[in-house]
């Protein structure tokens, strides 16, 4: 008689890194990109061993290791940006790679040996899945809940700002309407849903819309509080945090960080960074936010081809971070005005949908301004652009903005 309890111990090594090999080759599962080892594994290790457990005891309702593992693993996918798509399509790999792996055994085993064991099997990952779901949805709706919470707060402070800037205000207001009538429809829907009947809230359906909210209010906040930065930077309501950092390890974490956002673009990205120095003194997060802009333009308006990051120091007292794409270009005209808030250069290809306020890069500037750096851009329709910043190596203490 095989002891499948003892055989999923002895190959539970195994049997993780066939399904971790499996998830990372899977296009159906594309969060895992830019994901640590261990992130991506979670909870596999406990799943395995409870369900070694009740393969031992004979009890499909013996649970518990089961529960809190996947509880916590359906928190953690919702906080990673899985979809539930792609949380179903992991367990589905899950429930192939352990028959795979016992397979040798159980074509040794009796009929009733087989049954009871492949029973057990389908009963801990069912169980699995039906927690996951549960505490994944239960996330999302606090998320969503959350973003609420902070649209609210953000309300005063842009009726502020739009009182005191009425020029753009046109502008900004059709900007926000789409995705806050979204969220505004499907969030009284879902949260009542919630309330009234806790089955309901669990389908794939109500999922993808609870999915749909939280991207269409990620959206606006956005909006928000790009409105809310460039405000603020105009006005002179910002402090420098002055410290030693790495630049090259800041450009990689930002690379890292957009990666996902290639999505299925033809697209390479490469880094340059033997010449960089290896320490300046400046503001990390504003710093860290003129990168992360200018990389997610130069991936929104390139198709195919490459974009290249360099970093080198330039003489004694400065350093430069250089942008280029191979993406849409920008026109002599656009050149002049991309700087200032609201302006949008108009597309020249029908594959490059432009969705954003016109911010982004007056944010940029400001921000480069304010760590005393200065920023150029060469660029030519059709032909991609480069974005130059140079930046003192050290700021001094006493500086003040």
Known sequence: MEDFSQLLIDNKEKIIERWLEKVCEDSRVESTDGLSRRAIIDHLNYVLTALATVLANNREDDFPAIVEASLSHGILRAEQGYDASEIAR?????????FSTLEEYLLKASAAEVIRAMRSIDSVVDEAITQCFDSY????????????????????????????????????????????TSIIGYSDLFLRIQRTNAEVKSTYGNLEHIDRVLNSGRKLLRLINNALEISRLESGETKLKLEPINPRELIEEVHNMLKPSL????????????????????DTLKLQQVITNLLSNAIRYTESGKIEINCETVDESRWNIEVSDTGIGISEEDLLNIFNPYYRAAPNSKSCVIDGTGL???????????????????SKLGDGSTFNVILPLEIENNYQF
């Open 263 to 282: 999505g299925n673009k033809n697209l390479e990205i490469k880094i340059n960074c033997q010449k960089a120095p290896k320490q300046v003194v400046t």
């Open 360 to 378: 982004g890069l007056a944010i940029v500037s400001q921000l480069v301004t304010i760590i005393k750096g200065e920023i150029k851009v060469d």
């Open 137 to 180: 949805t239960q996330q999302r709706i606090d998320e969503l809940e959350n973003l609420q919470n902070q649209l609210s707060l953000h309300n005063q402070e842009l009726t502020r700002f739009v009182r005191a800037s009425q020029e753009n205000l046109s502008f900004l207001a059709h900007e926000l309407k789409s995705p806050l």
């Open 90 to 98: 992991e367990y589905h790999l899950f429930r192939q790679v352990i």
